[in-house]
C-alpha cells in the first residue's frame, strides 16, 4: 500500500514559484500597490461602538478589500469567491493566507460591502488610490475623455402601470404588505430602462473621465440608464489649470455637445474637442468630418477602458438599488485603476531596461 505525505512548505513554494514564472498576475498588484495605505479608511468600517469585547475579532479590513478586488477581477459571486480563495493557491497567496487559515466566509463578503454601501466609502477609497498614482507619477495631462457606458441589471417583470409608478418614484401598494416584503426586497425600484441605438438597457451607467496620457480614469459617476450622458459631465470634469495655467481639453462624442456647453467651457478656458454633430438641413461640412475625425483619434481611447472593465464582466450588477450599484461600479473604475498601473509599470521597467 502506497503512503501518503503531507505536502510541506517546499511543495507549496515550488506551485506557487511556478504560478510566478507563468505569469500570475496578482503578483503584479501585490507588487505595485501600497494596500496598507488603505487601512485608516477601512478602520471606518469598524467604527461602531461595541456592546462588548466578546465574540471574535473583526476580521482583517485590508483583507477583506483584497477579496473584493479579487471578486471583482474575476467578476464572482460572494459564494463563488468564497470557494475560489479556499481552492486557489494563487488567491490564498495574493491574500497573505496560509491553508490553515480561516477563510472569510460568502456573508462575510456580502456584510463587508454593505458597509462599504453605508458610509460611502468607495469614493474615498478610489481618491486614496489615486494618491498613490501621483505618488508614482501618474498625473493626469494632456485631454480628458468623457463617456459612459450601461451597466446592466437583472430585468424585473413588472407590469405597465407597476413600472409607471417606478417611474414616478412610488412603490406599488401591493409591494408595500408584509406578505410581500421579500419580494420587495427583490425589486429595483431605482434602475431604469432606455433605448439607446435600436437597443434596450436597463440598469445603470458608469460615467468616466480618463486622461488622454495613461488611461486612467480620473473621475466617475454613476447613475440610473435613463440619465442622458451629457447630464453628468459637469460633475466629471477637471477644471483646474496646470503650473502654466492651462487647462485640460474635452474630448467627447457629439452627444455631449450643445451650444450651452461650448458657451461654458469658453468662459472657464477649456478647449473642447467633443464632437460636433449636424442636423436635419445642416449636415456636417467636409471641414467638420475631417476635425471630427481627429478629434475621435483621441475620444475613442475611452474605449480601451470600457474594453478592459468588459474583460472582467464588469458591465453587470447582481445587486439591488443604486447605492449597491455605486458600490459595484465604483470597485470596478478602482480595480481597473489598479490593474492598468501594473501595465504601466511592466511597460516603464521594459523601457528602462531597454535603455540600460
Avoid at 20 to 28: I, K, Q, R, S
Avoid at 43 to 59: F, L, Q, Y
Avoid at 205 to 214: L, P, R
Amino acid at each position: 500500500m502506497k503512503c501518503k505525505r503531507q505536502p510541506g512548505f517546499f511543495d507549496i513554494a515550488e506551485r506557487t514559484g511556478k504560478l510566478t514564472e507563468m505569469g500570475d498576475p496578482l503578483v503584479g498588484l501585490n507588487a505595485q500597490i501600497d494596500w496598507e495605505a488603505f487601512r485608516s479608511e477601512l478602520n471606518r468600517i469598524h467604527a461602531k461602538e461595541r456592546k462588548s469585547n466578546a465574540g471574535a475579532k473583526p476580521t482583517d479590513v485590508v483583507l477583506m478589500f483584497k477579496i473584493l478586488v479579487l471578486q471583482q477581477l474575476h467578476n464572482l459571486s460572494d459564494d463563488r469567491i468564497e470557494y475560489q480563495i479556499r481552492d486557489r493557491l494563487s488567491f490564498m497567496r495574493f491574500l497573505g493566507l496560509q491553508l490553515e487559515d480561516k477563510v472569510p466566509d460568502a456573508k462575510t463578503v456580502w456584510l463587508f460591502r454593505e458597509r462599504l454601501k453605508e458610509i460611502n466609502l468607495v469614493e474615498t477609497l478610489f481618491a486614496r488610490f489615486h494618491e498613490q498614482l501621483a505618488q508614482r507619477g501618474y498625473v493626469a495631462r494632456a485631454g480628458q475623455m468623457v463617456d459612459a457606458t450601461f451597466v446592466e441589471a437583472p430585468k424585473q417583470r413588472n407590469t405597465r402601470e407597476e413600472n409607471a409608478l417606478i417611474k414616478e418614484g412610488a412603490i406599488p401598494i401591493e409591494w408595500g404588505k408584509e406578505e410581500n416584503k421579500h419580494k420587495l426586497a427583490q425589486k429595483d425600484t431605482e434602475a431604469r430602462w432606455t433605448k439607446k441605438n435600436n437597443e434596450t438597457h436597463y440598469g445603470f451607467k458608469n460615467h468616466i473621465n480618463a486622461d488622454q496620457t495613461h488611461k486612467l480614469i480620473q473621475n466617475y459617476t454613476v447613475t440610473d440608464a435613463a440619465v442622458h450622458d451629457s447630464q453628468a459631465i459637469d460633475g466629471l470634469l477637471d477644471k483646474e489649470a496646470d503650473a502654466n495655467g492651462d487647462k485640460r481639453a474635452v474630448y467627447a462624442d457629439s452627444a455631449y455637445r450643445s451650444a450651452e456647453r461650448e458657451s461654458e467651457l469658453a468662459q472657464q478656458n477649456i478647449t473642447s474637442q467633443i464632437c460636433e454633430k449636424g442636423s436635419r438641413g445642416h449636415p456636417l461640412s467636409e471641414e467638420q468630418k475631417a476635425g471630427n475625425h481627429e478629434k475621435s483619434k483621441v475620444r475613442s481611447r475611452v474605449e480601451h477602458v470600457f474594453g478592459a472593465q468588459a474583460q472582467m464582466g464588469g458591465h453587470w450588477v447582481r445587486t439591488v438599488g443604486l447605492l449597491r450599484a455605486k458600490v459595484k461600479i465604483g470597485m470596478m473604475n478602482l480595480v481597473y485603476n489598479m490593474m492598468r498601473l501594473v501595465q504601466l509599470a511592466r511597460r516603464k521597467g521594459k523601457v528602462a531596461s531597454a535603455i540600460a
